[in-house]
């Protein structure tokens, strides 16, 4: 099993990133013998991956910066780096390689601070691996002022960093960063690509693996969550249900406050998970005495955890109601399928009953607009709308048609 083998459906991109990580151990090989270092044409120090949400834009990256620690002796004899078995690609893969930085974030954006510290950590030298990687999965929620501190690094790296950007568009990354990138562009893998690793990496029913392929329309990571967790199927479920309770006012204004209470619900549960077990590591750390009581001059520590907590708890709600966006978009999507009598696979077979019934009782220009009022309320929640307010407007705007 190769490092290549959960990225799914990107054949080229896989095939580009095979060969820059040869130019890269020769490169690398050459250099400890010291023999001149070859001209790596198909490497370079900072690379920028983009795709649609699912497309496995942070996999792919976790798989090029385990080819690039790869230490396989096959590779002497011609092999390809990225055997999957070494212990440059193991630790890699399984986040524990000293040499891998790998940042993400559950707020709402990553500003000047971590990015300073990124920095600092780029300019040092591999302290056991051929590389020192950062692969960044969240480059789109850099502020301006982050961009700005990142950009020096990018445009002057040390001899041995990679910089592994990941976001969903070139618009989402700022100019002057994404300019001294090498640019990869991730397509949403095939349904039947999706239904195959859930058949083989993690062991679902087939029939139930290419239900949740389909349902989410190659998303590889909400396939996994939908044909695993029980919650995410009925939400998804009580999503679905929203386009037939929307016939008055009343069940309009009741459906988007279940819809957002969900979100809400779904962030708490997150957060009862982490929150807890963050405070008690932090007073432990501040020394904190058996009773609870804090020293003097830790409260400042204190409440930067709770801000941050809240600023993950706001992400969490938003992400929640952004899925059930996606979620109702694919369902007037296929609403639309029906009624222009379109050859195209549904995703949503398990409803067939409901997607009949509005595509019956409606026209295609009253789907269009009932798709861009969804589309609409996902941009209002971007620009901070207050989240009930957005829905119930989307709401009523999906009644009308």
Not at 22 to 41: I, L, N
Not at 269 to 276: G, L, P
Request: hydrophobic content about 40%; some cysteine.
């Amino acid at each position: 099993m190769t490092v290549w083998d959960d990225v799914v459906g990107q054949e080229r991109v896989q095939a580009q990133l095979s060969a820059a990580a040869r130019d890269a151990d020769t490169r690398v090989t050459a250099q400890a013998v010291g023999d001149p270092a070859p001209d790596a044409s198909k490497m370079t120090h900072a690379w920028l991956f983009t795709g649609p949400p699912g497309s496995g834009r942070s996999t792919a990256a976790r798989a090029f910066a385990a080819a690039l620690q790869c230490t396989s002796p096959d590779r002497a004899l011609g092999g390809e780096p990225g055997c999957g078995f070494c212990d440059g690609c193991h630790t890699t893969l399984v986040g524990t390689h000293a040499d891998v930085d790998v940042i993400r974030t559950d707020l709402l954006s990553i500003g000047v601070k971590e990015t300073r510290e990124l920095v600092r950590r780029a300019q040092l030298s591999p302290a056991g691996g051929r590389w020192q990687v950062i692969i960044l999965e969240d480059a789109d929620r850099l502020t301006e002022g982050a961009g700005n501190v990142l950009l020096k690094a990018v445009e002057e790296p040390a001899s041995r960093t990679v910089w592994l950007l990941c976001a969903p568009s070139l618009e989402d990354v700022l100019p002057t960063i994404r300019s001294r990138c090498r640019h990869l562009t991730l397509r949403t893998p095939p349904v039947a690509a999706v239904a195959d690793v859930l058949i083989r990496r993690d062991g679902i029913e087939p029939e139930a693996a290419v239900l949740a392929a389909r349902a989410t329309q190659g998303h590889i990571g909400r396939a996994r969550r939908l044909a695993t967790d029980e919650r995410a199927r009925a939400r998804r479920a009580t999503v679905l249900k929203l386009p037939l309770r929307v016939g008055d006012i009343g069940g309009c204004l009741k459906a988007a406050q279940e819809l957002v209470d969900a979100a809400a619900e779904d962030a708490k549960q997150v957060a009862e998970e982490i929150d807890v077990k963050e405070t008690e590591d932090l007073k432990t750390a501040l020394g904190a005495s058996a009773g609870g009581r804090m020293p003097r001059g830790t409260a400042g520590a204190m409440k930067e955890l709770e801000d941050k907590q809240k600023r993950r708890k706001t992400r969490s709600q938003r992400d929640s109601l952004d899925l059930a966006l996606t979620d109702l978009t694919g369902f007037y999507r296929d609403v639309l399928a029906l009624q222009m009598g379109s050859e195209v696979a549904l995703a949503n077979l398990d409803v067939r009953d409901s997607l009949d019934r509005i595509a019956r009782g409606s026209t295609p220009e009253a789907t269009l607009r009932r798709i861009e009022a969804v589309v609409a309320c996902r941009q209002a929640l971007d620009r901070n709308v207050a989240p009930l307010l957005a829905v119930e407007a989307m709401a009523v705007t999906l009644r009308a048609g």
